[in-house]
């Protein structure tokens, strides 16, 4: 069976806007016991925001080492009126918070992430909007430009 990669890479970016001089990655062989391929769109889509995939084919980002339990705003740069707008309106004492110094304690639902790390979420984020819109013409869900978009949002 013939394909003709270029062309191909062509048809694609009529569709989706990236630079073509930019490698696309892809894997040598097919793993599935069906051998199924995934749309080339998708090693596109990854490239243009530059997200790399498992063998699994899962997003991941490592937060091991970064489990917490309390926090103080200061220590994650956040100010109080944005913290009160995700729920956190008493510190680890049941007080009113009132201060950038005062304990808190995380909310089971919540993470607290290294801007290094924040700034991959974002690129996911734009990723799995690009695939809604690209290859499954559904509407976007994240809509981030910035790594503060994506505060108080759920997967």
């Known amino acids: 069976m013939d394909f003709d990669f270029r062309a191909k890479i062509g048809e694609i970016a009529s569709k989706i806007p990236f630079d073509t001089s930019k490698p696309v990655k892809g894997v040598r062989g ?7 391929t995934e749309p080339l769109e998708k090693g596109v889509i990854r490239s243009k925001h530059q997200v790399f995939v498992y063998k699994d084919g899962t ?18 740069k956040t100010d109080l009126a944005t913290l009160k707008r995700l729920g956190y309106e008493t510190d680890h004492y049941g007080k009113a918070i009132t201060s950038d110094d005062q304990l808190l ?9 290294p801007v290094e790390i924040a700034s991959d979420l ?3 984020a734009q990723f799995v909007d690009d695939e809604l819109q690209s290859l499954y013409g559904l509407p976007t ?8 978009d994506l505060l108080g949002k759920i997967p």
């Open 141 to 148: 869900h994240y809509n981030t430009k910035e790594i503060t």
């Open 105 to 113: 304690e995380l909310k089971p639902q919540d993470i607290i992430v």
């Open 122 to 124: 974002v690129k996911m």
């Open 30 to 36: 097919l793993m599935s016991v069906s051998k199924t």
């Open 59 to 76: 997003l991941r980002i490592d937060v091991t080492n970064a489990p917490l339990t309390h926090f103080r705003p200061r220590d994650i």
